[in-house]
């Protein structure tokens, strides 16, 4: 058994980088494994909505690409193993596109487990009263009847059994996002389920490398002096048996894995950090110690575990009407006064002909748009140039149609220097409402199989 | 009067109608000045004009940060949200503007860090 464990993260969401795993393994072929992350809150809706149009785009179409990028490493004999939650909606039809594809690429020997039990809606429909909105103690009987999605965050054991029975690809539904992390180790280090300490520890590094670049400097405070951002490495965790772990990047790659960075990730989407809640532990995060170990080697040490939760999270989704954004650009003197006059005579030209809307929104970029009323500039009079950003949201999708339609009426009966107009008509979308809420844990039974 | 950036760093992030900045000193000083003056009331009140929930504050001295948690901050979220930042990725940003009130010898001497703010200002 090696003492270290070389875990990296080669995608951070659905559309990030496709050739990144294929560079990470071609930089480090000893790379125990590349985890992929394709699901965000929403992306389950996503699918479900291109589902309904094509029946086999239940799950990440991109991982396809990624399996045949990696094809000429596993044909020289590489044995990185791959853990995705790329499965979406519908594992089991990613597996079998997945076995597909690498029958074509004479790569048939290479082991598919597929992860399911996620799939919860069955019981959200059964009893609506027991799943009221953990945010909000909303009911779920108001939306029941426009759920779209209902998935667990199941945890890693399943994913570690179906390594220890020799699987290469693990493809997964919905999981917590540092379970594709936590498996490995379990099943590398042979951890007991109750090995809270170093779960705790394999949870952290999972939850800093999820976000692949973000932790390499991308997205952080003072990203102007991080070096080539053209090339920012993806993140490798190396996990030893106690759970500490020294986050890095491929050698030759951009940007910078430092101290600075590795707190702002540590600290990214965490509610209370000395119970960080997920599947297979309840973290601390408060005993944590970190040290610079070299350069673009920060050694993360010292987190520890509790039992987890007796209830599974569940995330689901409801259809919530449609909306529609759209954008034009405004120049001239008093462009934000001009800017501002158009959007509201765009939108009561709308009412007028008896459109209605639930909410409507006009914002002027370049002003301080992003937090209006927060920080604003003392004065927006010396602007010369605005984007005028128009959104309206409407039950049903008529009224934000015919605004799609109206928007360009700007460029002839909007103010003169009205421009950049060259995207073209803006595109209904729908808008799904979150819905999180608990699951006992009797009614989840996460089971895995070879593909 | 400096902008809060001079001293620190952020990093805002997401969960449904929620979001949560972190907030870490760029000195063990300016962290031990942020934890006396930097209450969750003080976040609460800048972020008032987004229609925040109540704001909690939890304390990290071992990253030596501050994590705020500001609900129904996102006007909704995910994709039920209209703004352009529904996903609060600017939140870290705009607190990092907020004007304070620091010891002299917290600012650094050095010019990495621009230490004049911008012209913003807080309503």
């Known amino acids: ?75 020289r004999g590489g044995k990185t193993r791959i853990v995705t939650n790329g499965g979406g909606l519908d594992p089991v039809a990613c597996g079998r596109a997945v076995a597909d594809e690498l029958r074509r690429l004479k790569l048939e020997h290479v082991r598919i487990a597929v992860v399911t039990g996620d799939d919860v809606i069955a019981n959200l429909r059964q009893d609506p009263a027991a799943f009221s909105n953990l945010e909000t103690g909303a009911p779920l009987s108001d939306v029941a009847d426009q759920l779209v999605t209902a998935n667990a965050y199941l945890g890693a054991r399943a994913i570690a059994d179906a390594l220890r029975d020799g699987a290469e690809i693990v493809i997964t539904g919905r999981v917590a996002d540092p379970s594709l992390t936590v498996g490995p180790c379990m099943a590398h280090f042979d951890w007991d389920i109750t090995a809270y300490d170093r779960i705790a520890g394999a949870t952290v ?110 995330s689901a989704t409801y259809r919530d009407g449609f909306k529609a954004h759209g954008q034009l650009t405004v120049f001239g003197h008093e462009a934000v006064k001009k800017a501002r006059h158009a959007g509201e005579a765009l939108l009561r030209k709308l009412a007028v002909r008896g459109c209605e809307f639930r909410e409507t929104l006009i914002e002027c970029l370049g002003t301080g748009a992003s937090v209006r009323g927060v920080a604003s500039r003392m004065s927006d009079t010396h602007l010369v140039e605005t984007v005028l950003r128009v959104s309206v949201a409407a039950a049903t999708k008529e009224p934000v ?11 002839t009966s909007g103010p003169q220097g009205v421009t950049g107009y060259a995207a073209g008509r803006p595109k209904v979308l729908p808008v799904f409402g979150y819905w999180p809420c608990l699951i006992a844990g009797k009614h989840v039974q996460p089971v895995w199989s070879m593909a | 009067m400096i902008a809060l950036r001079v001293i620190a760093f952020a990093r805002s992030g997401d969960k449904g109608d929620s979001a949560n900045i972190a907030v870490f000193g ?67 940003m705009a607190l990092l503007e907020m004007l304070v009130d620091v010891p002299r010898d917290l600012i650094p001497a050095e010019a990495a860090v621009p230490a004049t703010p911008l012209p913003f200002t807080p309503h």
């Not at chain 2, 006396?36 to 609460?44: D, N, Q, S, W």
């Not at chain 2, 925040?52 to 304390?59: A, E, F, L, Q, Y």
């Not at chain 2, 529904?86 to 939140?91: E, H, N, R, S, V």
Request: aromatic share 8%.
């Open chain 1, 401 to 411: 149609e015919r605004f799609t339609r109206e928007v360009a009426s700007l460029v």
């Open chain 2, 26 to 92: 760029r000195s063990t000083a300016s962290y031990l000045w942020m934890r006396e003056h930097l209450g969750a009331p003080v976040v609460e009140e800048y972020f008032r004009a987004l229609g925040v929930g109540r704001v909690i504050r939890h304390d990290v001295p071992n990253l030596e940060a501050l994590n705020f948690v500001l609900p129904r901050v996102l006007g909704g979220g995910g994709s039920r949200s209209l703004r352009i930042d529904a996903q609060g990725k600017a939140l870290g």
């Open chain 1, 205 to 314: 590094a999972g939850h800093l490398i999820e976000c692949g670049t973000q932790v390499c400097g991308g997205f952080s405070t003072d990203w102007l002096d991080v070096p080539h951002v053209d090339n920012i490495g993806f993140p490798i965790a190396e996990i030893s048996d106690d759970g500490s772990c020294v986050i890095t990047k491929p050698e030759g790659t951009g940007g910078v894995v430092s101290l600075q960075t590795v707190k702002e990730q540590l600290l990214y989407e965490i509610g209370d950090p000395e119970n960080y809640l997920s599947p297979d532990a309840t973290v601390s995060f408060l005993t944590i110690g970190l040290e610079q170990a070299g350069p673009n080697r920060v050694r993360v040490a010292g987190a520890t575990g509790r039992p987890p939760p007796p209830s599974y999270k569940v």
């Open chain 1, 1 to 75: 058994m090696a003492a270290v464990l070389r875990i990296a993260n080669g995608s951070a969401f659905w559309g990030d980088q496709p050739e990144a795993a294929a560079r990470l393994v071609a930089a480090h072929p000893d790379l125990d494994y590349v985890t992929l992350d394709y699901l965000a809150e929403l992306s389950l809706s996503i699918m479900a909505i291109q589902r309904e149009k094509d029946p086999t785009a239940g799950y990440a179409r991109d991982f396809i690409d990624v399996i045949r990028s990696l094809a000429p490493f596993y044909l």
